[in-house]
């Protein structure tokens, strides 16, 4: 019987890894596009990558001239004081993360760009994809929870398995912080660890203080790290450990 609870933890494991892992491959790579001074390439770009989703379910690849807009992983385009006319799309995208069907997910996240088209004077989105998109200040369910949910309560050793939500650091003042080219922070903590932002995370941190005055709460979820800030409530940042 235990057997078959090891076989089961690491399939759900591997299947929830995988489909993690090709989200955020996503969002970074759109995230990546930000740079984009035209609008229409932006789009472009932002279509370009959903690739690796679209790989993964076995659907016909983005086309080619959309893909190769997307810059690879640790580059990005010149930034510009402009406006970014993407963020509405990126936020709006950031918003799927609770569906847990991969290609309901995929639709979700094509539907976000529905803004963009507008103000390109696009055909709009279909509107089966924009319905998915949930209105700013509105989430679904963390997709995490929806995807991990078993008919009955499992296991503890399952449970372990599949991660905990327990914060690993709590009130920990910051050692140092520094910012990006891309604004995404990296901050060393006086424990030793060090967190990097996800570069899909659309957050923006405003620290200004020296490094000790911030006091830093880690809470991990299988690979997946939310840094929190004493005294800033509301605001979670998505980093990985360093």
């Known amino acids: 019987m235990r057997g078959w609870l090891v076989l089961l933890g690491l399939v759900l494991f591997s299947s929830v890894a995988v489909a993690d892992a090709t989200r955020d491959e996503v969002m970074s790579g759109a995230a990546r596009c930000a740079g984009l001074t035209d609008n229409r390439l932006s789009l472009d770009c932002f279509y370009g990558s959903a690739q690796p989703m679209r790989a993964q379910l076995g659907l016909s690849p983005a086309p080619a001239a959309q893909v190769k807009l997307v810059p690879p992983p640790g580059a990005v385009y010149p ?30 996240f094509y539907g976000s760009a529905q803004p963009m088209r507008a103000s390109l004077g696009l055909t709009p989105a279909p509107l089966a994809q924009v ?21 009955e309560k499992p296991s503890s050793f399952v449970t372990d398995i599949l991660g905990s939500s327990k914060p690993t650091a709590s009130n920990v003042p910051m050692a140092s912080y520094k910012f990006g080219r891309d604004g995404k922070f990296t901050v060393v903590l006086k424990n030793g660890q060090t967190y990097r932002q996800e570069e899909y995370d659309m957050a923006l941190a405003k ?22 800030v004493k005294g800033q409530p509301g605001v979670a940042f998505r980093v990985r450990r360093m």
């Open 131 to 151: 319905k998915l998109v949930p209105p700013p200040g509105a989430v679904y369910a963390d997709a995490d929870s929806a995807r991990r949910a078993p008919a």
């Open 207 to 228: 620290w200004n203080r020296a490094p000790d005055t911030y006091l830093v709460t880690i809470i991990a979820a299988s690979d997946k790290f939310v840094l929190k």
């Open 79 to 108: 930034r510009t004081d402009a406006k970014r006319d993407l963020d509405e799309v990126m936020s709006g995208a950031a918003r799927c993360a609770g569906l847990a069907d991969n290609r309901t997910w995929l639709d979700c």
